[in-house]
């Protein structure tokens, strides 16, 4: 007769205690899965490094050569500027979401015990009172 309250006591303890701890070590690893998918830390320590290379030494290169040289490495860098920016963008997006949808699951986790018992008995006078036809197609 004592069992279910004892264990119900118990998962209570461990829902609010270890659980909601290890939820909310779940939403700080999946921030830091989500940054080192996007390498968005690296990404942004190197965002102008391809900015300030030296172009090639000139003085080997012929006049029309030296303007399609000087054409593609300033083409080769915008390339790269644009794509560092897009990748950080959609980092940025994605870890903002994920961080979002953890957050609404951790607050709903912290409602479980309340919403489980309230939807089972939601439940069963609503089999109760609906009556047969309410349940077949």
């Known amino acids: 007769m004592f069992l279910p309250i004892v264990l119900g006591s118990r998962y209570l303890l461990w829902h609010y205690s270890e659980g909601a701890r290890d939820r909310f070590l779940a939403v700080r690893e999946s921030s830091r899965a989500t940054l080192s998918f996007f390498s968005i830390p690296l990404l942004l320590t190197t965002f102008f490094d391809p900015l300030l290379r030296e172009p090639p030494p000139k003085e080997t290169q012929a006049a029309l050569s030296g303007v ?57 006078l609503l089999l109760l009172y609906a009556g047969p036809a309410a349940i077949s197609p």
């Open 68 to 124: 399609v040289g000087d054409a593609s490495f300033l083409f080769l860098r915008i390339i790269g500027v644009a794509l560092r920016s897009a990748t950080i963008s959609i980092g940025i997006c994605t870890l903002f979401f994920v961080v979002m949808l953890e957050l609404l699951f951790s607050v709903v986790w912290l409602f479980i015990p309340i919403l489980l018992p309230l939807l089972f008995v939601l439940a069963i």
